[in-house]
């Protein structure tokens, strides 16, 4: 339910408190977080139907309790997403289980933290750790496996992709490994996740976090991210009405819409004597927030814009309009980096996963706009690695 931004006026009134655990977010609650979304439920559903839930859960834990039954909580979710401040959880004189109570009260949520915090859970474990007694007998029925099978404690889907490569060796490719806290683990899909770790909480303008233990046990997160990347390439592809155009020369060629479009690139090059592809899009330029800002900027009200557009409309202009649109996510990735790096990191080298790596021409715009070390791990089949001169 990322992608529903319902909760704006929610989280505007949230941010409009200044509360002290908003510092742990990057100083701006998104309407993407848990407590815009209840607060909407709050004040959306029938007190009825409000105070007859018994837990919010976010999906990761939703399948975990689904599976054992048991409503173990992983601090991945809830540092991430519900605000809980798992560095205090660890203190003897911290937050109660880690919930600050004064938050709750200041937005008008004061009744999740009844009952010893039981609907956003007082047993929290790290990612991986088991849960309960593993699987149930309805689940294990359900799903074809023996009962009591270990259950993990969930991780988000960003954050398990970022666990997945950002330790990866690179001695091979670097002549010696680069230190963790020198790497970004970039998750691109519909959106995209830019997750880079520190040794001490690092406070970053707009950007999430710090975040204790959400991703790496003992060490601290910041989560940059764009609301639309995959999305919005589909999106500005399928409105233009070359499309079909482009969708009918994809299918006869048995490739992708982006492989057509990143040939066809290839070819304008050529026939204008242009270098490089990128000097296509000179006089197009695209600002990609049409779902807001996810950071640095952190405005979820602000839109998108397309400058340098004509009244021509053939497969040339969609083509063009493409690339100036990968270039600008690719901008969107340096501005981030650029924040997180001013603000005490040292990152540079990304590590790119997820659907949009299988695109050779996002994964080289990459390189290109951020000039650092680009490493692409694409599914199970290569490891490539590529540096912009």
Same mark, same amino acid.
């Given at each position: 339910?990322?992608?529903?931004?319902?909760?704006v006026?929610?989280?505007?009134?949230?941010?409009?408190?200044?509360?002290?655990?908003?510092?742990?977010?990057?100083?701006?609650?998104?309407?993407?977080?848990?407590?815009?979304?209840?607060?909407?439920?709050?004040?959306?559903?029938?007190?009825?139907?409000?105070?007859?839930?018994?837990?919010?859960?976010?999906?990761?834990?939703?399948?975990?309790?689904?599976?054992?039954?048991?409503?173990?909580?992983?601090?991945?979710?809830?540092?991430?997403?519900?605000?809980?401040?798992?560095?205090?959880?660890?203190?003897?004189?911290?937050?109660?289980?880690?919930?600050?109570?004064?938050?709750?009260?200041? *937005?008008?949520?004061?009744?999740?933290?009844?009952?010893? $915090?039981?609907?956003?859970?007082?047993?929290?474990?790290?990612?991986?750790?088991?849960? &309960?007694?593993?699987?149930?007998?309805?689940?294990?029925?359900?799903? &074809?496996?023996?009962?009591?099978?270990?259950?993990?404690?969930?991780?988000i889907?960003?954050?398990?992709?970022?666990?997945?490569?950002?330790?990866?060796?690179?001695s091979?490719?670097?002549?010696?490994?680069?230190?963790l806290?020198?790497?970004?683990?970039?998750?691109?899909?519909?959106?995209?996740?830019?997750?880079?770790?520190?040794?001490?909480?690092?406070?970053?303008?707009g950007?999430?976090?710090?975040?204790?233990?959400?991703?790496?046990?003992?060490?601290?997160?910041?989560?940059? &991210?764009?609301?639309?990347?995959?999305?919005?390439?589909?999106?500005?592809?399928?409105?233009?009405?070359?499309?079909?155009?482009?969708?009918?020369?994809?299918?006869?060629? &048995?490739?992708?819409?982006?492989?057509?479009? $990143?040939?066809?690139?290839?070819?304008?090059?050529?026939k204008?004597?242009?270098?490089?592809?990128?000097?296509?899009?000179?006089?197009?330029?695209?600002?990609?927030?049409?779902?807001?800002?996810?950071?640095?900027?952190?405005?979820?009200?602000?839109?998108?814009?397309?400058?340098?557009l004509?009244?021509?409309?053939?497969?040339?202009?969609?083509?063009?309009?493409y690339?100036?649109?990968?270039?600008?996510?690719?901008?969107?990735?340096?501005?981030?980096i650029?924040?997180?790096?001013?603000?005490?990191?040292?990152?540079?080298?990304?590590?790119?996963?997820?659907?949009?790596?299988?695109?050779?021409?996002?994964?080289?715009?990459?390189?290109?706009?951020?000039?650092?070390? *680009?490493?692409?791990?694409?599914?199970?089949?290569?490891?490539?690695?590529?540096?912009?001169?």
């Amino acid at each position: 339910m990322w992608l529903d931004h319902r909760a704006v006026k929610q989280a505007q009134m949230i941010n409009d408190t200044k509360h002290k655990v908003l510092s742990y977010v990057g100083g701006t609650i998104s309407p993407e977080m848990e407590m815009p979304k209840l607060l909407w439920l709050k004040q959306n559903l029938s007190s009825d139907g409000w105070d007859k839930t018994a837990i919010f859960l976010e999906l990761p834990e939703f399948l975990s309790y689904k599976a054992t039954g048991d409503p173990t909580r992983s601090i991945c979710s809830l540092v991430c997403k519900f605000n809980y401040l798992g560095h205090e959880s660890q203190l003897p004189k911290g937050c109660p289980n880690g919930w600050d109570h004064s938050f709750f009260n200041a *937005i008008g949520l004061e009744d999740l933290v009844k009952a010893h $915090n039981s609907k956003l859970g007082s047993n929290v474990k790290n990612p991986g750790e088991p849960v &309960g007694n593993g699987l149930t007998k309805t689940a294990a029925a359900d799903l &074809g496996l023996r009962e009591g099978l270990p259950v993990g404690t969930s991780i988000i889907d960003a954050h398990a992709g970022g666990l997945g490569v950002i330790g990866a060796d690179l001695s091979s490719l670097l002549n010696g490994n680069k230190p963790l806290t020198s790497r970004m683990a970039v998750i691109c899909g519909t959106s995209s996740c830019h997750m880079a770790l520190s040794q001490e909480p690092t406070f970053v303008p707009g950007v999430w976090g710090p975040y204790f233990c959400a991703m790496v046990p003992s060490l601290w997160l910041n989560e940059g &991210g764009q609301s639309v990347t995959g999305k919005l390439l589909d999106h500005i592809i399928e409105m233009h009405v070359a499309y079909p155009e482009l969708k009918e020369k994809a299918g006869k060629s &048995g490739s992708s819409i982006y492989e057509e479009l $990143n040939s066809h690139l290839t070819v304008m090059a050529e026939k204008r004597r242009l270098e490089n592809v990128a000097l296509l899009s000179q006089d197009v330029h695209v600002m990609p927030d049409f779902h807001g800002n996810r950071s640095p900027i952190a405005d979820p009200n602000m839109t998108g814009m397309i400058c340098g557009l004509t009244l021509a409309s053939d497969l040339d202009v969609l083509a063009v309009l493409y690339v100036a649109t990968l270039q600008a996510i690719a901008h969107g990735s340096r501005h981030i980096i650029e924040s997180m790096n001013k603000s005490g990191h040292s990152i540079d080298t990304l590590f790119l996963c997820g659907g949009l790596t299988k695109n050779k021409l996002f994964i080289q715009t990459h390189a290109d706009v951020t000039g650092g070390y *680009i490493v692409c791990l694409i599914g199970s089949k290569s490891n490539n690695h590529d540096k912009n001169a």
